[in-house]
């Protein structure tokens, strides 16, 4: 049997290429990749001639190296990724994982599979936290037969051509555009959900393990972590959740203490985008 076309994006964010845990482990893989797209997310400018992109041009079929040093949002990101590249198969990974050699294999062996969400294990505490299904964290080996939730996070996620086409024939977007970071990944899997419920499903499986650095591992959170969950929280009661005007309610009342807050909840709510997503700063 023929294997798949698979393209491949990294996306590096305050990161060389050597410091890339991803990236090293895709430089050792033994299969390779036929379209691998690593881009920089800024925010300082990278050296497309370095020599460990060269040895991953080497390594596999085609390589291309794109910068966006004003931290271009990963919803565009994404999206024009899997616009731009014809293949089987869609693999999205952050710039921190650790893909084994049993990974790898299993990444090149998919075939008839129109989803593949790995578990993911945090570096921080080796415990692991995704995927979400139906409200639990799912530790089984292969086809997920019966859901009608699945959450996961973007890195480590491969989803085919099948889904792209559904999308399009469906007019919706594979991410979400009006999220910047946080979000990006849930308005993917949100989306699976309501053609779930549209009687639109996908064979969906958890056949790959992989380890990655959760913010939510790691303990206390930080403000402007804090308000780029804000952008989401916001932005998933405008367009996703039912009761909006007692959930921002709510989530006002929550925030009542800073202003700051407050007027980016209100913010957010009223423009329907992240910042980083504002409409002119697509053109």
């Not at 009661?237 to 009342?253: A, D, H, N, V």
């Amino acid at each position: 049997m023929q294997r798949k076309e698979i393209s491949l994006l990294v996306i590096l964010y305050g990161k060389d290429f050597t410091q890339s845990q991803t990236l090293k482990c895709i430089l050792d893989f033994e299969n390779k990749i036929d379209n691998l797209v690593v881009v920089n997310n800024g925010p300082e400018k990278l050296n497309g001639e370095d020599s460990f992109l060269n040895f991953l041009k080497l390594k596999h079929n085609q390589v291309y190296f794109f910068e966006f040093l004003e931290n271009k949002p990963l919803s565009w990101i994404y999206n024009d990724f899997v616009a731009n590249f014809k293949s089987d198969y869609y693999v999205i990974f952050d710039d921190d994982t650790h893909i084994t050699k049993e990974s790898e294999k299993q990444i090149f062996n998919l075939s008839d599979i129109d989803i593949e969400i790995p578990k993911i294990y945090a570096i921080q505490d080796k415990k692991q936290y995704y995927p979400i299904v139906n409200g639990n964290i799912y530790t089984s080996y292969g086809l997920i037969t019966e859901y009608s939730e699945i959450y996961s996070i973007g890195s480590g996620l491969i989803f085919s051509k099948n889904v792209k086409d559904v999308f399009r024939d469906n007019n919706l977007e594979l991410f979400d555009s009006n999220f910047s970071l946080y979000g990006v990944d849930i308005s993917f899997f949100r989306k699976i959900n309501y053609l779930k419920g549209e009687n639109i499903a996908f064979k969906v499986s958890s056949l790959i393990s992989i380890d990655h650095s959760l913010s939510r591992a790691e303990g206390g959170i930080s403000e402007w972590r804090y308000i780029e969950r804000l952008y989401d929280q916001t932005l998933s009661i405008k367009y996703y959740q039912k009761f909006k005007m007692l959930r921002l309610l709510k989530l006002l009342i929550k925030n009542f203490r800073k202003l700051n807050r407050i007027e980016v909840i209100l913010m957010t709510y009223f423009n329907g985008f992240h910042p980083r997503c504002a409409k002119k700063a697509k053109k």
